[in-house]
Structure formats: C-alpha cells, structure tokens
C-alpha cells in the first residue's frame, strides 16, 4: 500500500513537471499570433494607394489674349482632374487664354477662346449683315457656304438712271446664317436633321461673313447705303474678278505725302486701307464723285448762263436754251 502510494506521487511530480515544460513552451510561442493577428490589419493600409492624374498647367504667367507658346505648358500629376482640364500640352498649345493665368494654374477649356472667333482666318474680320428670304438666297444659304455680293444703289425718282447694281465682294465665306453657324453649337434636338431642317425653316434676320479686312468698308458702306443681295456660288468655282481692269477708289483719309528724296510709299494695304477708309459717294461713282455733279444742279448753272446771254442779248433767237448734263449724257432743251 505504501509503495502504492509513492508510485502515484511519484507519477503526480512528473506530470507537473511536464505541464510545467509545456507552459515553458507555450510561452515563448505566444509573440507569433500577435504578429499573425496584426498582419491582416496591416494590408489594407499598404493597398491604401492615391490616385493621381496628367494636367496641363501653366509654366509661367499667361497674359489674356495672347496665344500660349509651347514652352508655358507643363504636365503635373495631380490628385484631382478637373472638368475640362487638359492631358496633352501639345493640344493647347496656340490657344488664346480670356484671363489673366498664374503659374500653376490648370488649364481648362472654358479659360480659352472658343466659339465663331476660332473659325476666323488671320487678316479676316466675322461681319454681321442684315438679311432677309430674298436677300439670303431664298433662305437656301447654309453656314459654310460661299456667296457673291451684289449692292444696288438705287437713286431718287428723278434721277432713276443713276441707279446700280453690281458686284460688291466675291466669294465670301459665310460664317453664320441666322441661328446656324460654322463653330459647331451644339443643337437642342438629337436629331441632326431635324435640326438642320428646323434652322432652314426659321427666317434668318443676320448673315455673318468672313471679310478680309481691306473690303469691311466696302461692306459696311454698301450695307448702309444701299441693298446687298446674296449670290450662292458654288465652292469649286474659284473665279474673281481681276482688280487691274478697275481703278482703285480714293480713301477718306489721304496718306501723307513722302518727303523729297524718299522712296514712294507702297499702295495701302490690310489694316492701313482699313484705317483709311471708305465714302458712300467714292464706292457709288467709282471714285469720280468729286467730278460728277447731281444733273439738277447742272441745269440751275446753265440756266443761269442762259439767262445772263438773255438779258445782255446775247443768247440765242426763239428763247432760251438749257443744257442739263446726266454723268456723260449732255441734252439742251429749248424755251
């Protein structure tokens, strides 16, 4: 019984030994699971990335109105894109900025020029006209296309063969015809046809044209003083008329003279006929208005004349004779 019980002791001890070794164990182990339960949390913060985007911004100081040099541009990563920024400097590169830009600055679309000013040539100037059905072609004019104009000067009922119509501007572009235009509004209908169809029907009180310069007086001049009549022409036919068959017609404004021993100045041109311009009587006469007299008071001067011989007797027997003087037409009418 007493050796019974040693045993057991004994057996006791040495299960107490060994749990004791495997708590030993079981402690130097523990450093894993912490590193295994901080893992997982640790994951989503690495996959955690932001995100960034190209933008075109301003290298230096853009100035409003002047065109944007290819070197001004820069691409910067982002971490916002804002709507109607630019990707590619090369894209706005030449575009012409409506404010003032820093540098830094993204560049976006609604800070450029837009619109019919973009379609417009360098040299040309977008000049609006009134127009009507008859005027327009019968309303069959469509942006984009090119068109003759024709002036008619009509004179008062008198005088109804000093009336004219001729030739104006030749092929012009049209820009604009009513609500239509070249610049690509967008239309309020899906469909495009009907679209088109709806801007045809609507009654076009304006047509825009693209003038050179020089001609804008032509133009003006002609639209305030006469009627101005549309000539659809087709875009293939390239014909003009040869300016070296016609005089030029004077300016408003006279140049200076040049000075003795200096070289003849060049004909005006460009911004400089602009500058000089135009007036009604010199477009209506082909520059001669200053040597044209009106054809009544031609016949109150030689009736005049006529009436001095009289009283001096010197006139001519059976009455007197009026000489009335209409341009290059002469024709005496006796009294």
Known sequence: MINLTKILAAIL???????????????RQAPAPVAAA?????????????????VVVAAKTLPAGEAIPADALRVERLTINPAGAFQDASVAAGRVPVIDLAEGTPLMENQLVSG???????????VAIKTDEIMGAGNKIQPGDFVDVFITLKSDGKDVDRSQARLLLSRKRVL??????VDGMPSKSPDKAAAQQAQRNEMARTAVLA????????????????????????????????????????????????????ARRAPLEGLDLAQAGLTALDLSTG??????????????????TANRRA???????????VEVIRGERSETVNY
């Open 13 to 27: 001890v040495l299960l107490a030994i060994a749990l004791g070794g495997y708590a030993w164990m079981l402690s």
């Open 38 to 54: 901080t893992g997982p949390a640790a994951a989503p913060t690495k996959a955690k990335e932001v995100l960034v985007y190209p």
């Open 116 to 126: 019919l000013a973009l379609r417009v040539a360098e040299g040309e100037r977008a």
């Open 176 to 181: 604009a015809f009513g609500s239509a235009s």
């Open 211 to 262: 003038v050179p310069v020089d001609e804008v007086n032509r133009l003006t001049i002609g639209d305030a003083s006469g009627r101005l009549m549309l000539a659809l022409r087709n875009p293939n036919d390239m014909s003009q008329p040869d300016p070296k068959l016609f005089a030029e017609l004077p300016t408003a404004l006279q140049p200076v003279s040049s000075k003795a021993g200096e």
């Open 287 to 304: 520059g001669q208005g200053s040597n044209v007299k009106p054809a009544a008071v031609e016949a109150r001067a030689v009736a005049a």
């Open 311 to 321: 009283a001096t007797g010197t006139g001519t027997r059976g009455g007197l004779q």
